[in-house]
């Protein structure tokens, strides 16, 4: 997926002050879903490179609502699975689209009856669908999210994040899984363990990659981890034998790669790891799919895939709460087969979600009283652990896991415990 740049919707100016306002007034009614039967809409991408996850997360989802029979507090519940992916007409995709992301936003804000939006599985998406859906005051939570400029102005952060997103100038976006800055760190400790004394760290200029890349730089800082040289790639070259052999005059022992798969990363780390035999190869979590680490589809070499480890929010089956090792087992009794790592992110921003509405009570079709449930989570025992929403909407979870890669499959390796990153900034609203 090329990266792509979101375009804030202008917000309605107003011509004079007693004349009436292009938004027009809202009222308590326009606040409210309508009827006792609400809908929550998923939006992921169920075609290319991201399908057999988004799948996964998808079922997940239908998981939790299964568990409540269909119903939260005094509603009932609607769940609406929608494809943020194109697809062409030879029935090729290249995952998750602009247009349809926009466009999924969009018919959740023309139901009247939308209480809540999971989604998107990509920052970029994120990016396009947050805006639009927090100009109506729609809830929306991801369970994939990972851009730290999505919630706050932390290093990572592009000018203008996180504020072009929230028009109505209210926070209305949580996420379940840890941000960049929880994974750098995760990133900086793993490498530190493995004995990494000198750090390259190459991203493929996307807002997955660049955010990552510059939350390592400000964690490799505060750890004392020398990073011996940083630079971005074109994903559009044939090869890089020449970032390669620029990357190798540093001498790192290690190498970490922010990139998506779809950005030509294979090769990319292929051409990383013939200039650099003996470094250690590290890569961020928009490299854990078959596109990148399985040769049979596309991706690295098997030799290469051997020296990856890849850090996941997601962690081993073992290595969750009781509540988790249940879902696993749900999730395979329901569907027949393991669960994709994110899948337990889906159910949990599922079953929070709903927990949020019933917590609201009568007011559960009201987006502002569940909007103001979810950002109160505090102390929340679900699936994925213990866990609170902070002021910017990221969720208080640090543990990541690191993975490596046999025949082409991820399998967990080690958790790392992070610990608290840094408090949200004071500007979060």
């Keep these: ?11 309605c100016l107003i011509a004079a002050a007693m004349a009436l306002s292009a938004c027009g007034a809202e009222s308590d009614d326009d606040k409210k879903a309508a009827g006792k039967t609400l ?22 989802m239908k998981l939790a609502v299964a568990e409540q029979k269909n119903r939260a507090g005094e509603f009932k519940i609607r769940y609406v699975s929608l494809d943020d ?16 992301a926009s466009a999924n936003a969009r018919r959740a804000k023309d139901d009247k009856a939308t209480i809540a939006y999971l989604g998107e599985l990509d920052s970029e998406a994120t990016a396009i669908s947050l805006p639009l859906l927090n100009d109506d005051g729609i809830p929306q939570v991801s369970p994939g999210n990972s851009a730290v400029g999505l919630t706050s102005d932390a290093p990572g952060a592009a000018r203008g994040e996180p504020d072009k997103y929230y028009p109505k100038e209210q926070r209305s976006y949580a996420r ?39 939350a390592l730089e400000q964690a490799a800082k505060r750890a004392r981890v020398q990073i011996a040289y940083d630079d971005s790639y074109d994903s559009r070259d044939e090869d890089y034998r020449r970032l390669g052999e620029d990357t190798a005059k540093a001498r790192p022992d290690c190498v970490v790669l922010a990139a998506e798969s779809s950005n030509n ?11 650099l035999p003996a470094a250690q190869l590290f890569a961020g979590a928009s490299l854990a799919d078959p596109l990148f680490v ?16 890849i850090t996941l929010p997601a962690l081993g089956q073992g290595e969750y709460p009781k509540l988790g090792r249940q879902f696993f087992r749900d999730y395979e009794s329901r569907y027949g ?14 079953k929070m979600t709903l927990e949020a509405i019933a917590k609201a009570g009568a007011d559960g079709n009201d987006r502002d009283a569940v909007n103001a449930a979810l950002r109160a989570t505090r102390n929340r025992d679900g699936a994925v652990g213990t866990y609170s929403i902070d002021s910017n909407g990221d969720t208080t979870l640090t543990d990541y896991g690191a993975w490596r890669v046999e025949d082409g499959k991820l399998v967990f390796d080690e958790a790392i415990e992070v610990g608290r990153v840094r408090p949200p900034p004071q500007s979060a609203r």
Aim: hydrophobic content about 40%; aromatic content about 4%.
């Design 1 to 11: 997926m090329r990266a792509r740049r979101a375009a804030v919707p202008a917000v």
């Design 39 to 60: 809908t929550i809409y998923s939006s992921l991408p169920l075609a290319g490179p991201d399908a057999a996850r988004a799948r996964s997360i998808v079922n997940g």
């Design 85 to 100: 992916a194109k697809v062409e007409d030879d029935g090729k995709s290249e995952g998750w689209d602009p247009e349809r």
């Design 176 to 214: 379940v899984v840890p941000n960049d800055s929880v994974q750098a760190a995760a990133l900086t400790k793993v490498t530190a363990e493995r004995g990494c004394k000198r750090i390259a760290v190459i991203d493929d200029r996307s807002v997955p990659g660049t955010s990552l890349a510059r």
């Design 265 to 275: 990363a294979a090769r990319a780390a292929s051409d990383l790891a013939a200039a």
């Design 294 to 309: 399985d040769s049979r589809q596309g991706g690295v070499a098997d030799p290469v895939a051997r020296r990856l480890a």
């Design 337 to 350: 087969s393991a669960p994709d790592p994110y899948a337990i992110y889906g159910y949990e921003a599922m």
